[in-house]
């Protein structure tokens, strides 16, 4: 590393490598927003071309709202990768592996080219462990992950190479028992393991195999999460109990809403006919139900689950996703899988809409009462951070062991028998009716959920954990400079 005169001002540079899918990208630009915020240079890196058009749609505003003094991005182009070669029919995981086997011939030279100033350090997904340690470990420089998901599936995770060790030879399937035991972690049951990781083969099982005992090369690792919310894992992870020898993990959530993410109006977006529905309603009266960026609803579900919305009693705003990718979304129209009779229900009682929503601005309306999701960590948080009790009905990955997190706090519920949304046999109307009537009219959740918001808003705040953690480390790396 090049050491600067004391008469240059000294410029901490930040690289930042996301993966695919909103789940993914949103979590890192929210933290390279954090380090802008502080001064810091950031260099994006961005895989292109990008597998949704929302995430597209937010580089783009992400890019065009920082001057290119502070921001730089740079494209990574991406190889062909053979998709029958992929074990694995999820278009996410198999750009994943795209990027994954991309990387070793573009990047280190993009790498090695960030040089004005020198680059103090690198933060890419978590799904790219493996292929980027060779790179970072020859060119020297502090490299960290950015974590998706909870600490408490982080611990799960990293714990993994643990459980390998003692098992060579042997797959997950085979080792992991009825529960997984983690010291100073909640028991996980079998039945929460993300399904993929149990199905031998499959690209789930290889990259978390692969990374897992991959993760001690690393300086470091930042979580969408704060103590408030995950006391334990977060304790569990940092004091060496988890995973002896585990480079440090810090929480710097909730990552909160960003200036760029804001949707402008327009009539694609709906945004304004759904900001004037919320108006016209009653506080606290509105169910919000969204699966998140790449879950779609089943066909088979998708009827209960209009009849349970048409049945709660609470008017309702349902994101309706039919396909996994975005641009594939528009082929079909709601009407046509609901049939017109349903569909005028559906109008009367609520609202649906087939397009990319605002969500933090969604939830942050005073109308909405409650969010039905997936289990998705980044919407659970943005629930959290705005107060709302949650019903989270978990479909597929580490669903199960976010929905837990939200449970265990008490800020919402998780109907346990419902399964995996994505694979287990349909949930009746009338049962998603009568978990949503007890996210709603719950008032121990209420009072949780508004107790979470505040220890959210202050770890987000003017001097909590959040800004105390980036400040050090951007000081730790101007020592090195
Ligand atoms: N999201 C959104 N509008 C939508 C759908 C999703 O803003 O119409 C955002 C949501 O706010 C969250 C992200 O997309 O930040 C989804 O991430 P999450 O981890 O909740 O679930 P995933 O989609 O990765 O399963
Ligand atoms: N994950 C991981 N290593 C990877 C890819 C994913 O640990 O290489 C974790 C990720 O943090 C999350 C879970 O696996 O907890 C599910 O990942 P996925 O990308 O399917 O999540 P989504 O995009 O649906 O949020």
Same mark, same amino acid.
């Given at each position: 590393?090049? +050491?600067?005169t004391?008469?240059?001002?000294?410029?901490?540079?930040?690289?930042?490598?996301?993966?695919?899918g909103?789940?993914?990208l949103?979590?890192?630009?929210?933290?390279?927003?954090?380090?802008?915020?502080?001064?810091?240079?950031?260099?994006?890196i961005?895989?292109?071309?990008?597998? @949704?058009?929302a995430?597209?749609?937010?580089?783009? !505003?992400?890019?065009?709202?920082?001057?290119?003094?502070q921001?730089?991005?740079?494209d990574?182009n991406l190889?062909?990768?053979?998709p029958?070669q992929?074990n694995?029919?999820?278009?996410?995981w198999?750009?994943?592996?795209?990027?994954?086997?991309?990387?070793?011939?573009?990047l280190p030279?993009?790498? @090695? +080219?960030?040089?004005?100033?020198?680059?103090?350090a690198?933060?890419?997904d978590?799904s790219?462990i493996s292929?980027?340690v060779? *790179?970072?470990e020859?060119l020297?420089?502090?490299s960290?992950?950015y974590?998706i998901?909870p600490?408490?599936?982080?611990?799960?995770?990293?714990?993994l190479?643990?459980?390998?060790?003692?098992?060579p030879g042997?797959?997950?399937s085979?080792?992991i028992?009825?529960?997984?035991e983690?010291?100073?972690?909640?028991?996980i049951?079998?039945? @929460? /393991?993300p399904?993929?990781?149990?199905?031998?083969?499959?690209?789930?099982?290889?990259?978390?195999?692969e990374? +897992?005992?991959?993760? =001690?090369?690393?300086?470091?690792?930042?979580?969408?999460?704060?103590e408030?919310?995950?006391?334990?894992?977060?304790?569990?992870?940092?004091?060496?109990?988890?995973?002896?020898?585990?480079p440090?993990?810090?929480?710097?959530g909730?990552?909160?809403?960003c200036?760029?993410?804001?949707v402008?109006s327009s009539?694609?977006t709906?945004s304004s006919?759904?900001?004037k529905?919320?108006?016209?309603?009653?506080?606290?009266?509105?169910?919000?139900?969204?699966?998140?960026?790449?879950?779609q609803t089943? !066909?088979?579900? *998708? =009827?209960?689950m209009?009849?349970?919305?048409?049945s709660?009693?609470?008017?309702?705003?349902?994101?309706?996703?039919?396909k996994?990718?975005?641009?594939?979304?528009q082929?079909?129209?709601?009407?046509? #899988?609901?049939?017109?009779e349903?569909?005028?229900?559906?109008?009367?009682?609520?609202?649906?809409?087939?397009?990319?929503v605002d969500?933090?601005?969604?939830?942050?309306?005073?109308? /909405?009462g409650?969010f #039905?999701?997936? &289990?998705?960590?980044?919407?659970?948080?943005?629930?959290?951070w705005?107060?709302?009790?949650?019903l989270s009905?978990?479909?597929d &990955?580490?669903q199960?062991?976010?929905?837990?997190?939200?449970?265990?706090n008490?800020?919402?519920?998780?109907?346990?028998v419902?399964?995996?949304?994505?694979?287990?046999?349909? /949930?009746k109307?009338?049962?998603?009716?009568r978990?949503?009537n007890?996210?709603?009219?719950?008032?121990?959740?209420?009072?949780?959920?508004?107790?979470?918001?505040?220890?959210? !808003? =202050?770890?987000?705040g003017?001097?909590?954990?959040?800004?105390?953690?980036? =400040?050090r480390?951007?000081?730790?790396?101007?020592? !090195?400079?």
């Amino acid at each position: 590393m090049t +050491s600067c005169t004391n008469s240059e001002p000294v410029t901490v540079h930040v690289a930042f490598l996301p993966s695919a899918g909103m789940g993914h990208l949103n979590p890192c630009l929210r933290t390279a927003e954090q380090f802008l915020r502080h001064g810091c240079k950031v260099t994006l890196i961005t895989p292109k071309p990008t597998v @949704s058009l929302a995430e597209s749609n937010l580089i783009n !505003r992400f890019c065009s709202s920082f001057p290119s003094s502070q921001l730089n991005q740079v494209d990574l182009n991406l190889i062909d990768v053979d998709p029958t070669q992929v074990n694995t029919n999820d278009p996410f995981w198999l750009h994943f592996e795209t990027i994954r086997q991309s990387l070793q011939y573009h990047l280190p030279t993009i790498l @090695s +080219s960030l040089s004005s100033p020198p680059l103090s350090a690198f933060i890419y997904d978590v799904s790219l462990i493996s292929p980027l340690v060779p *790179i970072t470990e020859k060119l020297c420089f502090p490299s960290y992950i950015y974590f998706i998901a909870p600490a408490r599936m982080f611990s799960f995770f990293a714990h993994l190479s643990v459980l390998s060790e003692k098992n060579p030879g042997v797959k997950p399937s085979s080792f992991i028992g009825g529960v997984v035991e983690i010291p100073g972690i909640a028991p996980i049951p079998r039945s @929460s /393991v993300p399904p993929l990781l149990l199905e031998p083969n499959s690209l789930f099982e290889s990259i978390f195999m692969e990374d +897992s005992p991959k993760l =001690k090369k690393l300086s470091g690792i930042f979580i969408n999460s704060f103590e408030e919310l995950e006391p334990e894992a977060l304790a569990a992870l940092n004091n060496g109990r988890v995973v002896p020898g585990l480079p440090p993990v810090y929480p710097i959530g909730p990552l909160v809403p960003c200036e760029f993410e804001k949707v402008r109006s327009s009539p694609k977006t709906n945004s304004s006919t759904i900001l004037k529905w919320l108006d016209g309603q009653p506080a606290g009266s509105v169910v919000y139900v969204c699966l998140g960026n790449r879950t779609q609803t089943r !066909r088979e579900q *998708i =009827k209960d689950m209009a009849q349970g919305l048409i049945s709660c009693g609470y008017k309702f705003l349902w994101v309706v996703k039919l396909k996994i990718v975005d641009r594939e979304d528009q082929e079909e129209e709601l009407d046509d #899988v609901l049939g017109n009779e349903v569909m005028k229900q559906v109008n009367e009682k609520g609202m649906a809409v087939k397009t990319w929503v605002d969500q933090m601005e969604i939830l942050g309306h005073p109308s /909405v009462g409650g969010f #039905v999701n997936h &289990g998705g960590w980044n919407s659970l948080v943005e629930g959290v951070w705005h107060g709302k009790p949650i019903l989270s009905w978990a479909h597929d &990955g580490d669903q199960k062991i976010a929905s837990e997190v939200v449970k265990m706090n008490g800020v919402g519920i998780w109907p346990q028998v419902w399964g995996w949304g994505a694979r287990d046999d349909v /949930v009746k109307g009338e049962e998603i009716a009568r978990a949503i009537n007890e996210m709603m009219s719950n008032e121990s959740l209420r009072n949780k959920a508004r107790e979470m918001k505040e220890a959210a !808003r =202050k770890a987000a705040g003017v001097g909590g954990s959040c800004e105390v953690i980036i =400040k050090r480390q951007i000081e730790e790396w101007k020592k !090195r400079i």
